[in-house]
């Protein structure tokens, strides 16, 4: 009975425009902005007020006029999500803030234009479904899938240069901006990177809808998404066993009339996101929407602030306080308690549930340290949240070959302190947000397929950090999947009058 409830809740269909309702106005902006740079609920907000604010994180183009021209054009491109599906991915995000429903986050660290290919979509996707139905079946709630694609093409860096062999040149920052092979002219920042980012964005997403709602992303096929890597792993054995069950039940609750044919069964759910970074190209997709009257930035349904540009009274925050889109906070051990509860009164500050996203990423060492003091604001504070964790950050580590890489013994860690620590303060454990792929890479060491600092060489593909790839992320899935399960059996011993 309990698989019959988990299989029949609204957990897929990645939605199509509202046909009923009248799509976002390209053209519609708001008015210049007011000269006050003091951030207030009261202070006056535009598409581009973040332009009185300072900008950290920003390329400095050489020709203005080529970044005006590409600005231009932009601007007047359609929109590459659409406000509908953000609100509802906000609605979702409410249940997972009350803990009753499950954010998993992934993909890569940052898009790249050489590896941009179908079957690289299809398998991250694909995999994204497989721990979504291992998620789903152990906490029995709704697991929300969010992809880091279609739009994450921007890196943040810790300075504008790096030096080589007495050589100094920009800063690799995503493909966006520029390349990364270390030459004048890959590292000078060009803008027609911004219109290729574009057209590789919509490509991406229109891919994505095809597998959610033409059939792949259907729940009947979950025995079918797998890799022949995968399957005869330890992960990739416990997946199948799963997937024998959960057809079993379908064909149980089906052959009974019950969900026969229903688009929950039938197509994906699946949302796209990316960090906020390049402040003139995400004001160029932000468009007011004509069906509620407020601003969405319609490149990606998601979009979060990180580490460095979540200054109180920098542009970033200025620029997001003012879109509809759900938001989420990158919160490492560096995070004062108290700026992280005045920068979600800023960002949402009539505290509506399933706006704000709180990525927390600070290593195992320092999560059952630091974490409850966030915790401890916040709640004082009244403040609605969903809390997630992103244990990929906080542990990356460098090889004796030079090459970064991650552990997955300090991945699990800091998944297990982090779903320690909400037990211990009576709070809900949201979600996890992961650097991951579908492919079968070799760049995070440890796992049950036992990868070591010698393999990382084999099939390190990565031009950014490293990422799971597929069968560590359908371990890692498991291993959360236990701490659902243990959540979920301890609420209903709680509430037993026996």
């Known amino acids: 009975m309990a698989l019959t409830r988990i299989l029949i809740q609204p957990i897929f ?7 009923s309702k009248p799509l976002l106005n390209p053209s519609s902006r708001a008015t210049v902005a007011t000269d006050t740079p003091i951030i207030t609920s009261t202070t006056k907000w535009s598409v581009d007020s973040w332009k009185t604010k300072k900008a950290l994180q920003l390329p400095e183009y050489s020709d ?3 970044l005006d021209s590409v600005l231009q054009t932009l ?3 359609p929109p590459i999500v659409f406000a509908g599906e953000a609100r509802r991915l906000e609605e979702r995000l409410c249940e997972a803030a009350m803990g009753n429903a499950f954010l998993l986050q992934g993909g890569d660290c940052a898009e790249s234009f050489k590896e941009f290919n179908a079957n690289n979509i299809r398998d991250t996707f694909r995999v994204i479904l497989q721990m979504g139905v291992v998620l789903m079946f152990g906490g029995q709630m709704p697991v929300i899938k969010v992809g880091r694609m279609a739009g994450q093409f921007g890196k943040p860096r810790s300075g504008p240069f790096e030096e080589k062999n007495g050589v100094k040149l920009p800063k690799y920052r995503g493909d966006s901006i520029n390349g ?6 890959s590292r000078t920042p060009d803008p027609q990177r911004l219109i290729k980012a574009y057209c590789q964005s919509v490509a991406t997403i229109n891919l994505l809808r095809a597998f959610a ?6 729940m009947r096929r979950v025995a079918q998404w797998t890799r022949d890597f995968t399957k005869h792993s330890e992960a990739g054995d416990r997946y199948q066993e799963l997937a024998s069950r959960v057809d079993e039940a379908l064909g149980f609750i089906s052959t009974i009339g019950m969900i026969k044919d229903h688009p929950i069964t039938t197509t994906a759910e699946f949302w796209t996101s990316h960090e906020c970074l390049h402040l003139p190209y995400e004001q160029c997709f932000t468009r007011l929407d004509s069906t509620s009257n407020v601003y969405y930035d319609c490149s990606a349904h998601f979009l979060w602030v990180g ?4 200054q109180l009274d920098g542009a970033h925050v200025e620029f997001l306080r003012g879109i509809a889109n759900p938001l989420g906070i990158k919160a490492s051990d560096k995070m004062d308690p108290n700026e992280l509860v005045k920068l979600i009164d800023i960002l949402n500050p009539q505290n509506k549930p399933g706006r704000i996203t709180i990525v927390i990423r600070m290593g195992a060492e320092n999560m059952r340290v630091k974490l409850p003091h966030l915790i401890r604001a916040v709640r004082r504070a009244g403040q609605t949240v969903t809390w997630v964790t992103n ?3 906080g542990n990356t580590i460098e090889a004796p070959s030079g090459l970064r890489t991650r552990s997955f013994d300090a991945i699990m860690a800091e998944v297990r302190e982090f779903f320690d620590v909400h037990e211990q303060e009576g709070s809900y454990p949201g979600g996890v947000h992961l650097e991951m792929t579908g492919q079968n890479v070799t760049e995070c060491i440890g796992g049950s397929q036992a990868l070591t ?4 060489g084999s099939r390190y593909h990565t031009h950014c950090d490293p990422r799971l790839n597929a069968s560590q992320s359908l371990e890692l899935a498991f291993i959360i999947s236990k701490r659902l399960i243990k959540r979920r059996v301890g609420a209903k011993q709680s509430l037993s009058p026996f």
């Open 64 to 66: 203005q006029k080529d």
């Open 75 to 77: 601007d007047s491109f």
């Open 453 to 456: 600092f010698d393999d990382l």
């Open 180 to 185: 990364l092979a270390f030459d004048l002219k």
């Open 307 to 310: 580490e460095r540009t979540r």
């Open 391 to 393: 244990p990929m950050h």
């Open 213 to 218: 709602t033409g059939g792949y992303g259907a």
């Open 13 to 19: 269909a990645l939605h199509s425009p509202d046909r």
